[in-house]
């Protein structure tokens, strides 16, 4: 079982990565720079509120998921 907590904590930070990226280069940053007051306002949102909040739990959870800190028996 830890060597699948292992892999599935290698996946959760592959699929962080892969929602930043897709985040940014395809919410976010057009967003911004369309020069429309709602879309500036979607863009300011999704750059700098839901990306770092969805990222960094992803992160988090694939760290703890791949060091085995959700080892039940330590």
């Known amino acids: 079982m830890n060597a699948v907590r292992k892999w599935v904590g290698l996946i959760w930070i592959l699929l962080a990565i892969a929602t930043a ?3 940014y280069s395809v919410m976010g940053l057009p967003k911004l720079a369309s020069g429309k007051q709602e879309d500036l306002v979607f863009g300011i949102i999704i750059c700098f509120i839901l990306l ?20 039940i028996h330590k």
């Open 21 to 23: 990226f897709v985040g």
């Open 52 to 71: 770092p909040i969805v990222v960094g739990g992803l992160l988090v959870f694939g760290y703890y998921a791949f060091k085995n800190e959700y080892d």
